[in-house]
């Protein structure tokens, strides 16, 4: 374990040292990049400051989402940068150095790389979310803070559990995987705002197939205090949700194993 | 108690058939062909630990397949190998931490980056002590003369220098078998000769295992005391060099370097290869004829300054050997 | 008329290979619309009074952008932007003017053949069965057209002036982004412009990517009456006209700066 982290330090740190050496293309990179997110939070405040509120959640609570999900999603990017890469590893056939060494695939691919560049909407996000912990109706007691920090830990596990999803399709097919971004990416979008506000089978979709849902609406619904208008779940079960994506996380590592084997029997 | 076994060992792919032009590009959206093929079809073999092993094959034969499956990336169809008592891809973990491979024309260590911090990055993946890696590393650097190349990316080395690095590489976690593919291909005549000296000297005096596939001729003279043969997924020939070429031909080369230029020189028992100013190549076999004898006629008939004996060069026998493998 | 047709075969056959390519794209751009048409009911759904644009017409605005998603000025064309990294450009030693029509009519095709493909299977999905109304009228569908055309003669100028921004390694990169950036933001994807609020609509209207979506899509509309389009296409010139100029003059000192550095 601590050998696992050791090395995931080495290579973190030759990451950062490369991306680093052109210091202000970077800094312009990771410039662009708060640019844009910013402008993305100043869409939501136009909006609310036309519309009010939306389906009775009000800016300060949406500011919760937003910031939850783009924390979560900026982490995830940064470190499951190697499976965000490594359908070339499969189509060049460097994956097989892979599993000429003495250590599992997943952890291998897991430390391979890391994007220091995904600060940009880490910052953001942590930017918005103060603001609107600060502005939200809520007497702040620690519980509410776990509540916090365990659906922050189970969305980045969602996350990062489906980079590797869609890594591990590239075992079988050698076509680009951009249907993928629809979950990555549309998952950002979707739950930045509460999972209320959308149609039911979308609620669904976002429970049961790909539970975002769990790990972002039902804690911050249980962290208001409010009534879980879709599913009338119980607190205990809003707090206990977030335990979803560590679930789900595992499941991708699994599909992985599956995804691995079958490569070994049909070869590069 | 053999190192590695090999039992009738059976692969197969499917290959997806691609249709040419328009019409073959709209089938191709709905169904796709495919074609089976026999890569591996029921190879046997075992080594003892410190063998080194030449295998050679025409492209496609095979080899790379049952390498793959020898060092556990490749899950054959059917048949046993067990390779130090374990199945390779069973156990993958364990049976690859004893082995090491090397790629003639892939690099294992990270393009970028200096080569001294792909092998730190080895030591940490590997799991090496420390003081085991000083000392290998020690010992590479100055067998294979690294000591400038060390902070160099990757990158930079040219086909040589990498070669030499990668082997340095695979030799840090102490490996008990070498799975080395065309390591000398593409190289300039000295780095060939330093990678077949390292090779012969790791096998020598650690009793490192080495399966050395090749294309390479001088690779299999130098270095091979037993050589396969494997063509079209079977073991064609599984012997020393010397049975190898017997089973081609038995023939033998004369070279004679006259005093006379101008003799035309002829024998009943010999045929004439070519003559070049004062040197002339001679075909004859030794069931025959026996070498002392046709020198003693040759040596009777015209003055001789110097003569060698020799044998095909292997290119040739191994020409024949495939020619006659596909009648 | 035989070569054509088969140039024709050819190249199908070739984007037929793209299919999973294209299929990912397709359902992408599908989700991300749903998702914003769901955002802007809830939207509407809570709110009273009167609003810039009605519910309806919100959908389909956003199933025009959509649609239309490949017009905005997104492209780095790889090999250009590698000729002018590696210097090769610098062999292009004709005069300037040659060189920015070539790249211009690159771009210009790497432009539409995507967007074509792209916005056929959306409009086809979108009318019927997720809210998407037809044009207002046949001359609101006529002035959409051109103004489009339009938008995508300006979309080409920005572009091109963005990869000629790579000759300047670091500030090249950098404005590129933010030019990136504001086109998102400015031409109506993320948010109908007249959603903005009241006193950002003149800064809006000031700024030229209001020209690659906004304007052409409240004329499908009806929500900008069809006399005003020749008004509207002068907008769009003088800015065409803009980054034309800007290219060319940055073209020239690009090239300059090429050749002093050697290449």
Known sequence: ?268 | MPQIMVEKLIKTFQVAERSTGFMGAVKGLVHRKYRTVNALDGIDFSLDQGELVGLIGPNGAGKSTTVKILSGIMVPDSGRVEVMGRIPWKERIESVRHIGVVFGQRTQLWWDLPVIESYQLLKDIYRIPDRQYKNHLDRSVELLDLKSLLDVPVRQLSLGQRMKCDLAAVLLHSPKILYLDEPTIGLDAVSKLAIRDIIGRINREQGVTVVLTTHDMDDIETLCRRVIVINQGKIFMDGTLQQLRSLVTTERRLIIDLEDSAVSLSDPDAELIKQEGHRVWLRFDPAKITVPELIERIAKAHPVRDLFVENPPIEEIIARLYGGAEQ | MKPYWAIFKTRCAVMLQYRTAAVAGFCTQLFWGLILVMLYQALYHSSSGPKPMTLPQVISYIWLGQAMLLVLPWSNDRDVIQMIRDGGVGYELIRPVRLYGMWYSRFLATKVVPMTMRSIPIFLIAIPFLGLQPPASAAAAIAFAIAMLFGIMLSTSIVVCMNILFFWTVSGEGLSQLLMVFTFLFSGTYIPLPLLPDWSQPLVDFLPFRGLMDIPFRLYLGQLPVRELPRLMQGQCLWIIFFVLAGHLLLRRGLKLVVIQGG
């Open chain 1, 1 to 268: 374990m601590i050998n696992a982290i050791k090395l995931w330090g080495r290579y973190a740190r030759q990451a950062v040292r490369s991306q680093l050496q052109y210091r202000a293309s970077f800094i312009m990179r990771v410039f662009g990049q708060l640019v844009l997110h910013a402008l993305e939070a100043v869409v939501i405040l136009a909006l609310f400051d036309r519309f009010g509120s939306i389906r009775g959640w009000h800016l300060p609570e949406v500011l919760l989402f937003y910031g939850i999900a783009h924390i979560s999603f900026a982490v995830a990017e940064g470190t499951a940068r190697g499976f965000d890469i490594f359908s070339r590893l499969v189509k060049s056939g460097d994956f097989d150095i892979l599993l000429l060494r003495p250590r599992s695939t997943a952890l291998q691919v897991a430390v391979s790389d890391f994007q220091l560049l995904r600060i940009g909407r880490l910052a953001q996000g942590a930017a918005v979310l103060a603001w609107g912990m600060l502005t939200v109706n809520v007497a702040w007691h620690w519980t509410h803070l776990l509540i916090l920090l365990s659906a922050l830990t189970g969305a980045t596990c969602m996350f990062y559990a489906l980079f590797v999803f869609q890594a591990t399709a590239s075992f079988w097919t050698v076509e680009s995987l951009e249907v993928m971004n629809m979950f990555t990416y549309g998952g950002v979008q979707t739950t930045q705002y509460p999972l209320e506000i959308y149609q039911k089978w979308f609620q669904r979709f976002f429970i049961f197939v790909i539970p975002l849902g769990c790990v972002t609406y039902l804690p911050v619904v249980a962290l208001l205090g409010r009534e879980d208008a879709i599913f009338h779940s119980p607190v205990w079960l809003q707090s206990a949700a977030p335990v979803m994506g560590v679930l789900f996380l595992l499941a991708s590592l699994y599909l992985w194993e599956f995804g691995v084997r079958h490569y070994r029997s049909t070869g590069s």
